[in-house]
């Protein structure tokens, strides 16, 4: 009996599906990401098939339904991941791979965080470092040494020895190391040392944070994303600075309490600290951010700890964020829904986060908001004309601040009175008073 596996490979122009045995015995399991050899090169790539097959007995490595006598099967070197996903989720990347006319593999790629499909590069989580420890030989008294080199001296002898990149980032310079190190006062090795990652990149803080007192209007869209149904979407048409915001942390802490998780999309890597800093301030833990941004090896630490959490979590993150494999999802929030950043252009699929999202809800039952001070025509398409959503609005800001003038110019005006410039007449004249009103401008 063999294990005949169907594994597919991001190899050549179609990038199809290729036969692997498991002769080491390996347990290999439907959704492994795994390490395989074609053409010599070692490569990764997803398990999609498991067939038990009968060996025939003239040609040990062939089955019998093989034409070809001298055909071999190679076998799979490494499991690189185990169980990367559930049937469902696999269910449902396929169906998009046909909605986006893009082979599955490509889906798959698209959805997983780097490094899982494709050219192997296997990085070990234990790397070489210099270490820098005190010479017990070297003699101290013979040579002059700057007060800087005996701090130095003082730090590694009350650490037992330090990582000189730790001492780098402490201010000693590789100067001051190597000259102690030629006058024998110091050695260096190298040692082993393991790298940590973590997942929580939020600051910590210690203040106590003030929980502010909701508008009316806040409260209204709260009851109202309260009351409604799975799969249900809205649209949240809020002014700027009328508190769309920390209706997402209270609609999040909602969900937690019955257990679900949250899944927050912003449109810009730029918009995440805020986001990320946000919400762990109130909620503190199993908050993680997701995007390009993060290291590869991040991004498989955070789809491995959300395979595997049995707590409600809270993800913040971009576009990618919305294939996460996230259990028992109770919300999708996208912030500024109209943003062109959520579709992507290139390369394939070009997919719109917000139709994925609408896709996804629809499918699992999660609710859907769509935050935004200027909603995109194809979400108003949908809320006015089609009726898929609701609509709240929020159109009052919480600060007393009012909305700064706007004023619109037409330079084919300004040409026809003789300015040439490519600056209006207007605010160039406003532009000269800024140093008698002390302010300043930014063009």
């Known amino acids: 009996m063999l294990i005949k596996l169907g594994v597919l490979l991001d190899f050549g122009r179609y990038s199809n599906r290729f036969d692997y045995l498991d002769e080491k015995y390996l347990g290999v399991e439907i959704g492994d990401i795994v390490l395989v050899k074609i053409k010599g090169r070692l490569v990764n790539g997803l398990v999609v098939e498991k067939n ?66 494709g050219k192997s590069n296997i990085k070990t989580e234990i790397s070489t470092k210099i270490w820098i420890n005190l010479n017990n030989d070297g003699d101290k008294l013979k040579y002059k040494i700057t007060d800087k080199q005996s701090l130095l001296l003082e730090k590694i002898k009350s650490q037992k020895g330090e990582w000189q990149s730790k001492l780098i980032k402490l201010g000693f310079s590789l100067q001051q190391i190597n000259s102690l190190i ?57 002014e700027t600075g009328s508190g769309k915001t920390e209706v997402y942390l209270r609609i999040a802490e909602s969900q937690l309490i019955l257990k679900k998780s949250c899944l927050v999309l912003a449109p810009e890597i730029g918009l995440i600290p805020q986001l990320i800093d946000r919400f762990a301030d109130k909620f503190k833990k199993n908050i993680f951010e997701y995007h390009s941004n993060c290291s590869p090896k991040y991004r498989q630490l955070v789809w491995r700890e959300i395979l595997n959490s049995s707590q409600p979590l809270i993800v913040i993150g971009t576009r990618s964020s919305i294939f996460l494999p996230i259990k028992n999802l109770g919300i999708i929030i996208l912030d500024e829904e109209h943003d062109n950043s959520y579709k992507q252009e290139n ?90 009103k002390n302010e300043q401008a930014i063009i």
Do not use: H
């Not at 999202?357 to 769509?370: G, H, L, P, Q, T």
């Open 52 to 117: 038990i097959c009968q060996k025939n007995s003239n040609y040990p490595n062939n089955f019998k339904n093989d034409s070809i006598s001298d055909f071999k099967y190679l076998s799979i070197e490494k499991i690189i991941e185990k169980k990367v996903f559930q049937p469902s989720w696999r269910e449902w990347i396929e169906q998009m791979a046909i909605f986006y006319k893009v082979s599955e593999l490509k889906m798959f790629k698209t959805a997983f965080p780097p490094g899982w499909i």
């Open 182 to 238: 030629n006058k024998g006062l110091l050695r260096k090795i190298k040692r082993p040392k393991k790298i940590n990652i973590s997942l929580n990149s939020y600051r910590s803080t210690s203040l106590k944070r003030e929980i502010p007192i909701l508008t009316d209007q806040q409260k209204n869209v709260i009851r109202r994303v309260e009351v409604m149904k799975s799969g249900e979407a809205l649209l949240l048409w809020g």
């Open 347 to 436: 390369p394939m699929p070009c997919y719109d986060a917000r139709e994925v999202a609408i896709d996804r809800s629809k499918r699992e039952n999660i609710k859907i908001v769509f935050g935004t001070a200027t909603p995109s025509l194809s979400i108003f398409k949908k809320a006015y004309l089609e009726k898929k959503l609701k609509i709240m609005r929020m159109p009052e800001r919480i600060s007393s601040t009012k909305i700064p003038e706007i004023k619109v110019i037409d330079m084919r005006d300004e040409f026809k009175r003789g300015n040439s410039k490519i600056l209006s007449s207007e605010l160039l004249n406003s532009l000269s008073k800024l140093k008698l």
